[in-house]
């Protein structure tokens, strides 16, 4: 039985791992945090812990999960260059699982992304993102449209920094060859959807994620936390957990 802990308890994602993690029959939720709690106290005596709250956060968590030699799960969107370094520099000494998203479908929608990618390029295919979260969301783009996006500048030769266009507006021109559209939505109450479109002259490809419940991505974190019992030191993300590379 995988033991774990669960930080922001009292936030909707922190509410829905607690769930995830008790409905496992592999694991149990044993410890809780937020803010204000004493989090080295939280990180004893359990096998692995899951992370969902605020990327400012972050530096915290590693460090607690370093002291105790406790394997991570990090959801957290939205960090820094600087605070991604952290997490690399954490992975050499702890098994750490630092995905954009923990939906099988979503994992899913990231393969058939870069397949696709592969088969009809940008040469003759026009590429474009986008994505809709709840009007709550801080952070845009999403974590998982940045990793769409970056997996397409892998398999097209592009660079997320000079051919990524984060939306449009005025007299812009003609659309440059190997731009990629970027277009972020918030309102509602919605989860979280996702879609790449591959266009080209008379005809279009899209894949489509559309999440309905938060719980798809807490389960596959639950997931991603048993499958770390038997990791070394390491980076990996939820495309190693589901045996996909």
């Known amino acids: 039985m995988t033991k774990l802990l669960i930080t922001g308890r009292s936030g909707r994602m922190g509410q829905t791992l607690i769930e995830a993690g008790n409905e496992n029959p592999d694991t149990e939720v044993t410890s809780t945090h937020d803010s204000g709690d004493d989090l080295t106290a939280a990180f004893q005596d359990v096998n692995a812990a899951i992370d969902f709250t605020v990327h400012h956060f972050t530096g915290a968590v590693l460090d607690a999960a370093m002291a105790s030699n406790t394997p991570l799960v990090i959801g957290t969107t939205g960090h820094t260059d600087e605070e991604r370094e952290a997490i690399v520099e954490a992975s050499k000494s702890l098994p750490i699982v630092f995905a954009p998203n923990y939906s099988v479908g979503v994992n899913t929608l990231f393969y058939l992304t870069r397949k696709a990618a592969q088969i009809l390029g940008n040469d003759r295919f026009d590429i474009e993102v986008t994505e809709m979260h709840h009007r709550h969301k801080i952070d845009a783009p ?75 991505f807490a389960s596959g974190a639950v997931r991603a936390a048993v499958w770390l019992q038997d990791q070394p030191a390491g980076l990996y993300d939820m495309q190693d957990v589901l045996g996909l590379k």
């Open 142 to 216: 999403s974590g998982t449209a940045r990793r769409l996006l970056e997996i397409l500048n892998e398999e097209t030769g592009t660079s997320y920094k000079d051919d990524i266009a984060h939306g449009r507006v005025g007299n812009i021109g003609a659309r440059p060859s190997k731009e990629i559209g970027m277009h972020t939505l918030r309102g509602g109450d919605v989860v979280g959807d996702h879609t790449v479109m591959f266009a080209a002259d008379g005809e279009r490809v899209e894949l489509t994620h559309k999440a309905s419940s938060r719980m798809t």
